[in-house]
């Protein structure tokens, strides 16, 4: 079956432009999060989606950063005016239902290169 | 607030010995443990999970882990390593009482020699 799917795998763009990262989770998981992954730093939540609640949005590094998810199934991480220090993997995951005891399942990730 | 820690930023084994890759946790009430495994250019991958019941816990691939409440541990096991293990592991934890997300630890290389 399908699993998350991540577009693009790739981005590099120049500091200053605005970026659109895609998240297609698995169909039927209600929750959706979003994770920063920079070297040595382990995953950094951003943001996360349940069904049509309110989003957490409390990882979110600065009012740069914004998500929406709609019709509770696809997501976009919108990145406004690149800095360098944006530069990372933004991985998304999907669970059945969200903050439970169920794992979430990831997607193979964007790496974003701001030059 | 709850946090992982994973104090080995690499493990090196020899194909065929055993393998321990160390996680710590605290969290204000119960916790809901998590081991992933990522391999290089990929997402991160499910191996296994401690909710409640016994405490070791088997999962994917032959890893197994045990959970120590006095110890606050969660320690990623395995008893013979392969070349295939080698990748980057990540702990998590979330605290089962009210609302939070998942908290991760920054991961630990595992190294496999033949």
């Known amino acids: 079956g399908a699993g998350v799917s991540q577009s693009p795998s790739n981005k590099v763009t120049e500091k200053g432009k605005d970026v659109e990262l895609r998240c297609d989770p698995i169909?039927?998981?209600?929750?959706l999060y979003w994770y920063r992954q920079s070297l040595g730093q382990g995953l950094e939540f951003l943001i996360y989606?349940?069904?049509?609640?309110?989003?957490?949005k409390s990882g979110l590094p600065s009012d740069r950063f914004s998500a929406e998810r709609t019709g509770g199934s696809v997501s976009t991480l919108t990145i406004q005016r690149t800095q360098q220090e944006d530069s990372a993997v933004y991985l998304c995951?999907?669970?059945?239902?969200?903050?439970?005891?169920?794992?979430?399942?990831f997607g193979d990730g964007t790496r974003l290169s701001i030059l | 607030a709850q946090s992982v820690a994973q104090p080995e930023d690499q493990v090196n084994v020899a194909e065929g010995n055993p393998l321990t890759v160390k996680c710590t946790y605290s969290?204000?009430?119960?916790?809901?443990l998590f081991w992933y495994v990522q391999y290089p250019n990929r997402g991160l991958q499910f191996l296994l999970k401690?909710?409640?019941?016994?405490?070791l816990v088997k999962g994917s691939y032959g890893f197994e882990a045990e959970f120590n409440k006095s110890q606050t541990s969660f320690h990623l096991k395995k008893p013979s390593a392969l070349v295939s293990d080698s990748a980057l592991y990540f702990c998590?934890?979330?605290?089962?009482?009210?609302?939070?997300?998942?908290?991760f630890g920054k991961g630990t290389m595992l190294l496999v020699s033949p």
């Open positions: 995951a999907s669970s059945p239902e969200g903050n439970s005891n169920q794992p979430q399942h």
């Open positions: 989606f349940q069904g049509n609640s309110a989003p957490d």
């Open positions: 998590a934890v979330r605290d089962n009482s009210g609302y939070s997300t998942l908290t």
């Open positions: 401690y909710i409640t019941g016994d405490n």
């Open positions: 969290v204000s009430g119960n916790p809901y």
């Open positions: 169909s039927g998981h209600t929750a």
